[in-house]
């Protein structure tokens, strides 16, 4: 008697035991598998299936150098084998459109956001394919702080905004799992229930009595978690820094001639 | 006795395989399938693990006859089992911060996007998690046309803001897949490198001399494929209309408070 059991339906393991890789090892990503990548990322839905978004590949060295301070000198930029910067595009199909006797009208607010939706339903689907294939991805906030300076560097045109970055390789690591919030904290049923301090408080409970976060408050010498986000991760003075850089790079780049 | 498991590592066919589906079987989507989905989407990358997005579920066939409008009447909200409308929230840690003795300054564009990215991320992992258990999703742009009342009908407090909207469901339909442009299209390496008319002509021409690209041409008794998108599909004015109603969202629900 033989048995043959078939496992390919249940893809739970590769969303519920995903975690973010900042370690490398030496071994390249090649052309072959980045391509796969690409192709999988372009499968993602796109507005009109207008695909308004470009991805920069950077494997050069001295270009990541470049790019290190631009993510907080963030080692992962330098040591990954690839790192992969989207943009928000609307320069190429707007240039299409010239060149067939159509004139564009994508030079407001609105086209931005519908490029960056475009440009991160890619990347997010680059990442899971990665991920299905053993990779590690790292994703870089860092990239709308800087993106006047990341527009420079990557020589990006009117009409083309960077959204994300993501580093990317074969993982030299297996860090622990970071926690998650319950998932009635962030689903509403039908309308957004906003929370009462009960609420608050039990749904952050389970956060705040992490050994890691004590130990994250300690270190930070804060008096609670909170306060280590307010006060020194995601601090008010460099956010409304970092916003007036990012509206300027909207007008800049050309997104804000008609709002 | 022998058994034989064989464990299917390569799940390209579901990256390359996907289209978007607007029909949807009578089937229900089951409260323990939801949970997955959500869980799975959940773990997708967030900025500091902050978990700044709300996902508002609608299944009451009131609330999709109130949102179907706003979605300019695309049938799969009102035909799909489950809507899911993914929002930008920074008002759940906003009010944990306060609570907890920490002051948030999270009332500006940058942070705006930031959680815009956050909320994007988890729909894109959500929707690859259920196409991967064989359901089908339809994105809709039309969330950040009409942000405004979608903010009105689900409810949305300050600091919380429609991004995109996934119908859900289990296919009725398997429609032809759509051709997507070649990957040197979208692909840059090291920099960006702008398009020659040569290029594009090169890039555009499979889609363009498509049997479908010619039939929306001559149906909309336009000269060319980019005339469709710029005269018809996405107007300037049309634009400038939203782009302008969008901002205003942005200032009523508190990001541009400092910027």
Redesign the interface.
């Given at each position: 008697?033989?048995?043959?059991?078939?496992?390919?339906?249940d893809?739970?393991e590769?969303?519920?035991k995903?975690r973010?890789i900042r370690k490398y090892s030496a071994e390249i990503v090649d052309e072959t598998t980045l391509?796969?990548l690409?192709?999988?990322g372009?499968?993602?839905?796109t507005?009109?299936?207008?695909?308004v978004?470009?991805?920069?590949?950077?494997?050069?060295a001295e270009?990541k150098r470049e790019l290190a301070p631009l993510h907080f000198n963030q080692k992962m930029v330098t040591e990954a084998p690839v790192v992969l910067t989207f943009?928000a595009?609307f320069?190429?199909?707007s240039?299409?459109?010239r060149?067939?006797?159509?004139?564009?009208?994508?030079d407001?607010?609105?086209?931005f956001?519908?490029a960056?939706?475009d440009a991160?339903?890619v990347?997010?689907?680059l990442?899971?394919?990665a991920e299905?294939?053993?990779m590690g991805?790292?994703?870089l906030?860092t990239t709308?702080?800087t993106a006047d300076k990341i527009t420079e560097v990557?020589?990006?045109?009117a009409g083309?905004v960077p959204?994300?970055t993501v580093t990317l390789g074969w993982p030299a690591e297996q860090p622990g799992q970071?926690?998650?919030?319950p998932?009635e904290?962030?689903?509403?049923?039908?309308?957004?229930h906003?929370?009462s301090?009960e609420d608050?408080?039990s749904l952050?409970r389970d956060k705040e009595e992490r050994k890691d976060s004590a130990e994250f408050v300690r270190e930070n010498n804060k008096?609670?978690?909170?306060?280590v986000?307010?006060?020194i991760?995601?601090?008010?003075?460099d956010?409304?820094h970092?916003?007036?850089i990012?509206?300027q790079v909207l007008h800049d780049q050309g997104f804000m001639k008609?709002?």
């Open positions: 008697m033989y048995t043959y059991i078939v496992i390919m339906t893809f739970s590769l969303f519920l995903r973010t391509n796969e690409l192709t999988a372009c499968r993602a839905s507005t009109g299936n207008m695909q978004y470009s991805i920069i590949i950077t494997r050069d270009k943009c595009d320069n190429r199909f240039r299409w459109c060149l067939r006797k159509a004139e564009p009208g994508y407001n607010f609105l086209s956001m519908t960056a939706i991160l339903l990347a997010q689907t990442c899971i394919a299905a294939k053993g991805i790292c994703y906030g709308i702080y990557l020589d990006l045109p083309v959204v994300t970071p926690d998650r919030l998932l904290a962030v689903v509403h049923n039908e309308t957004y906003d929370y301090d608050l408080n952050y008096e609670t978690l909170a306060q986000f307010t006060d991760r995601y601090k008010k003075a956010n409304i970092f916003s007036s990012l509206l008609n709002k």
